[in-house]
């Protein structure tokens, strides 16, 4: 069973920052990984992701503040995540890609205060 570990959420001020942290209990070194959030009362959507090779994808409103990252050593993905909005606001989620199953993790909340 693949295990994922959120941290690193919390309650933060608009313009400020917070880095999130995903430990997941495989090896990531081959696979695509990602974040995404769930804003309270809303689907879940898409953030960013990052492919074995480092390639990115960020969803639009996201483009420019937040930045994907990996340590491969130690089975980690970040989320950086610079100039929140009230609007960042919700519970994130990190997520890898397995022999074509997605696991995801149990989320972290992030809430925006303006």
């Known amino acids: 069973q693949v295990q994922l570990v959120e941290s690193g959420g919390g309650l933060v001020q608009a313009g400020g920052s917070l880095r999130l942290s995903c430990t997941i209990s495989?090896?990531?070194?081959?696979?695509?990984v990602g974040w995404g959030r769930q804003p309270p009362g809303q689907l879940r959507d898409f953030v960013a992701t990052?492919?074995?090779?480092?390639?990115?994808v960020y969803a639009d409103d996201v483009k420019g503040r937040f930045i994907i990252s990996r340590d491969n050593t130690k089975n980690t993905i970040y989320l950086q995540m610079d100039n929140l909005q009230p609007d960042d606001t919700a519970d994130y989620y990190c997520?890898?890609?397995?022999?074509?199953?997605?696991?995801w993790g149990q989320g972290t909340q992030v809430t925006v205060s303006s």
């Open positions: 997520n890898i890609r397995l022999f074509g199953v997605n696991y």
């Open positions: 495989r090896r990531i070194d081959f696979s695509v």
């Open positions: 990052m492919t074995a090779d480092g390639g990115t």
